[in-house]
């Protein structure tokens, strides 16, 4: 479940509490005065079997004597009548508790482990939510509603705040009252056997009281649910995150080096990234971060100009800037002269701007507003350290009074001390201008917006089409798997693993497997030139530490005496070894190649992760690497290219040409394809894989394979593109068109889609004239979540992008896949051939096969031609209150199991 019933936790028009209690500072005493004195307006139903009033108050000996069911109950009980208590709700029309009660999951007792199933059991036929075990509680502060034993009660505001621990919580709450800062909500989690992290998410997303979420997170449930709440959310506002256990010391060595280099906190980072919410590492930060985001929505760039009346600051702040990935603005000449006739001579004639220690208000004044005109720059820091010639207050005034009226970038301000630096903080804050106590924070708050627009851009960003050469030999990867797996192997022989790359157009250097030496001097002579000799054996993964790898071998002979030196060796050093001959190859020299890394490593939550980095003998010393979620598209590939250090050098550098980008970032992708079709490949590694500007070739590969009951794409936390779903339809006139889902890449087709759309088209599907379909919004229509939506374009075979589009069918389910809304066009020179049927019979198809309940949408009344459509498949008519020009047609569906395209979808020969 995800938002299901949420309404009743946070919005619950009564409330009974069980486990009240007169014992000072106990937790049922506070509970229940923390619910009498929060302003809840709906009533409150204390329950106690041994006290018939509490501090005044009326009280219930039982939950069977309330007068009416509670829509939200707080349990304070011991453990072990937790469950007969939700039982007991749960039949009286309670749909959400909050359990308070310790001693359920987070015990190691066997017996904590049954309660919490127990939990469980009960809640589930009533489809009740529990928050907690092993929680402080909730609270909203806009309703008045605090369910918790937090020591203070919040003030009310547009953040939510969401973590798992509760002590968490209550230094957050005590932190912000010092602070003046308010909440929409404050929820401790606890052990999270129901409501996650991925429900909060879905129902913060939609919540209008809320304009920024804060997640303080120590484990995620859910991956696949998570990655669609956070990529949702995320699209509607901020989200910021702190994770705790960065680092995770009992962390097991995995036997390549792909797995070596991997950590938690690795994939969470990625996880973040992917999902476009914003990652800091404190607290402070955390609130730093959602206080500028609400005053500043947005900034253009990276590039910061720095206004100082000390050169000190101005080198302090630079560092940070630099540190963090800024860039110091390159101010245009024009600015430089302006500032020149209103700084003193001594400035230093660049960024970051000396104005010297002298410096009253209207030189601040001036020199601001020369900056604030530079096209070269995307924000302004101004900073000030207390001097006795010179006024701290009227410094910030001037800036203050120069910003009314003016067009402005954003502006952060950092007014160092105490006393007058105080009172200039006081000034800036009253007029919503950013302002810190230090540089570096001011720096650090305006990384955040840059970082947060990076991936609010990365959500939206189109990428570039992939050729359609990319056709995999799935069956023959598939068979040198199961081979391995049906003789109980868990690691591909070196042969092997290189052919599952070749079936997957990744470029490999070709092994011959040989048994003695005279079968390698044979197939050296064969391949002619010099060769390779390495050791074959599934207990020797890592050849060149024990001396299993000859070079530049040249002639039969020398690589037959190689062999047999080699044979000798492995079978003295490494006698347990098991030997299953050599393998030949050609010696490979590419001058001037990058050895890079490239792989996939399987975290236990989230599935595979794509690994790329500098590769080689020393890659773990060098530990420069980045991880990306699959599926990937060009985009993301160069997205988590970009991430190394490397990827800088790989641009050119010195004389170098660079490295053939888009071979690599198509090298990744296939990985990542690799990573979606194979659930049964825990690790693979490819190292070296060489670079340059001729292309990508991988010379050493290790494949580890388990067995696993998962279908390709189910173990991955983000849904990948379903080409099962892919569809020949044969027209009438001779051609044939495919439906298929839509595609990130698609969205230059749709803009030119949309485009020859008549305005009497668009009005009626969109209600709204619309003369353009802007990048936003065509990315927001064609980079979905197949998880939760599904969209299907009537199109030309062909790269994705460059086609003609001429229908689309789309369902956009609720987060708990019960009620969908639908949409369909179909261009006017294509219409009455049957397409509207087609699309949207399989759309109903699709919407029952994932056990969508009902499908629905709005039409406007005078459009006759959808009234019709709908009509033909029975949905039924129903009025819109209040918009008499609408009218809302919905359709129940019968669940059945999955459906099969085979099956369900028989050819239509349209006319």
């Not at 005053?295 to 540190?323: C, F, W």
């Not at 701007?353 to 005109?373: E, F, H, S, W």
Request: charged share 20%.
């Amino acid at each position: 479940m995800t938002v299901r019933n949420l309404e009743f936790l946070f919005k619950p028009k009564n409330v009974a509490v069980i486990g009240v209690s007169e014992r000072p500072n106990s937790v049922g005493a506070v509970l229940t005065h923390n619910l009498f004195a929060g302003g809840f307006s709906g009533s409150i139903m204390p329950i106690s079997r041994n006290h018939a009033r509490i501090g005044g108050i009326r009280t219930y000996p039982d939950i069977g004597s309330l007068p009416e069911a509670p829509e939200l109950a707080v349990i304070a009980t011991p453990p072990d009548t937790v469950a007969e208590i939700i039982t007991q709700l749960g039949e009286l029309g309670t749909r959400a508790v909050v359990v308070i009660t310790a001693g359920f999951a987070e015990s190691t007792e066997q017996h904590g482990a049954a309660l919490t199933q127990a939990l469980r059991d009960s809640a589930k036929p009533y489809l009740l939510r529990i928050i907690g075990p092993n929680c402080l509680g909730i609270l909203v502060p806009g309703i008045g509603l605090n369910a918790s034993f937090s020591h203070l009660n919040p003030k009310r505001g547009r953040l939510a705040f969401v973590a798992q621990s509760g002590a968490i919580v209550t230094s957050i709450v005590d932190w912000a009252m010092a602070r003046d800062i308010g909440f929409s909500h404050l929820v401790s989690l606890g052990d999270m056997i129901d409501v996650d992290f991925g429900d909060m998410l879905d129902y913060l997303a939609n919540d209008p009281e809320t304009g920024a979420i804060l997640l303080y997170i120590e484990a995620v449930t859910s991956a696949r649910k998570f990655m669609s709440a956070a990529r949702a959310a995320s699209r509607m506002k901020p989200v910021i995150v702190v994770k705790s256990g960065r680092f995770a010391e009992g962390a097991k060595a995995a036997a390549s080096h792909t797995g070596a280099l991997t950590g938690a906190d690795e994939v969470y980072q990625a996880v973040f990234e992917r999902a476009g919410m914003l990652r800091v590492f404190t607290l402070q930060e955390l609130f730093d971060a959602a206080e500028t985001l609400a005053l500043i929505p947005q900034v253009k760039g990276d590039r910061l100009a720095i206004l100082s009346n000390g050169g000190g600051l101005g080198v302090l702040a630079t560092d940070a800037l630099i540190e963090q990935g800024g860039h110091l603005a390159e101010l245009e000449p024009g600015t430089v002269t302006g500032l020149n006739q209103v700084l003193p001579a001594t400035w230093p004639r660049a960024n970051p701007v000396d104005i010297i220690g002298d410096a009253p208000g209207d030189r601040y004044a001036a020199a601001y507003n020369l900056l604030v005109d530079d096209m070269a720059t995307d924000a302004i820091l101004a900073l000030n350290c207390p001097t006795a010639v010179a006024s701290s207050t009227d410094a910030a005034q001037a800036i203050i009074d120069t910003l009314s009226g003016r067009p402005r970038i954003p502006l952060f301000t950092s007014w160092v001390g105490e006393g007058a630096a105080a009172t200039a903080r006081q000034l800036f804050a009253a007029h919503r201008i950013p302002t810190y106590q230090t540089p570096e924070q001011a720096v650090r708050s305006f990384m955040y917006l840059v970082d947060y627009q990076r991936s609010q851009e990365m959500l939206t960003q189109t990428p570039a089409s992939i050729p359609e050469d990319l056709l995999p030999d799935n069956d023959r990867a598939r068979a040198l798997i199961q081979t391995a797996l049906h003789e109980g192997r868990t690691w591909l022989s070196d042969p092997q693993a290189k052919e599952v790359l070749s079936a997957y157009g990744i470029p490999v250097v070709r092994s011959r497997q040989v048994k003695t030496p005279a079968e390698a001097a044979s197939v050296a002579a064969e391949l002619g030139g010099t060769v390779v000799l390495k050791i074959l054996s599934p207990d020797l993964l890592h050849k060149t530490d024990i001396g299993g790898v000859m070079l530049d071998l040249e002639g039969p002979a020398a690589v037959r005496n190689a062999a047999q030196t080699l044979l000798q060796r492995i079978a003295e050093e490494k006698p347990a070894a098991r030997l299953e001959g050599l393998t030949v190859e050609p010696m490979v020299r590419r001058p001037g190649a990058f050895e890079l890394i490239a792989g996939i490593v399987t975290d236990p939550q989230f599935g595979p992760l794509i690994l790329f980095g500098q590769g080689g003998r020393a890659v773990e010393l060098i530990n420069d690497k980045a991880l990306g979620l699959p599926p990937f598209n060009m985009h993301l590939a160069q997205a988590l290219i970009s991430r190394t250090r490397i990827a800088r050098q790989l641009q050119g550098y010195r004389g170098l040409p660079a490295v053939n980008l888009d071979a690599l970032a198509l090298t990744l992708i296939r990985l990542a394809q690799v990573a979606t079709d194979f659930p049964e490949i825990a690790e693979l590694d490819i190292n070296p894989l060489l670079a340059d500007e001729y292309g990508v070739f991988a010379l050493d590969v290790r494949i580890r394979v388990e067995r696993s009951g998962e279908l390709p794409g189910d173990h991955l936390a983000i849904r990948p593109y379903p080409k099962e779903l892919e569809e020949k339809i044969p027209l009438g006139d001779g051609r044939t068109l495919l439906l298929r889902p839509i595609l990130p890449e698609d969205e230059p087709s749709l803009q030119k889609g949309f485009a020859k759309l008549t305005p009497e088209e668009i009005r009626l599907r969109f209600f709204v004239p619309m003369k353009t379909l802007s990048h936003v919004t065509a990315a927001r229509f064609t980079q979905i979540d197949y998880d939760r939506e599904m969209a299907l374009v009537l199109t030309e075979r062909g790269i994705p992008g460059k086609t003609e589009i001429y229908g689309v069918v789309r369902i956009i389910a609720d987060p708990d896949n019960e009620r969908a809304e639908y949409a369909i066009v179909v261009r006017h020179d294509v219409t009455a051939m049957g397409l509207g049927v087609l699309l949207m019979r399989r759309i109903i198809d699709y919407a029952r096969g994932r056990g969508i309940r009902e499908i629905h949408g709005d039409v406007l009344r005078e459009n006759k031609t959808m009234l019709k459509l709908c009509a033909v498949f029975g949905f039924s008519k129903v009025a819109v209150p209040d918009e008499p020009e609408i009218v809302k047609v919905v359709l129940n569906l019968v669940p059945s199991p999955s459906v099969n395209r085979q099956e369900t979808s028989t050819p239509l020969h349209l006319t």
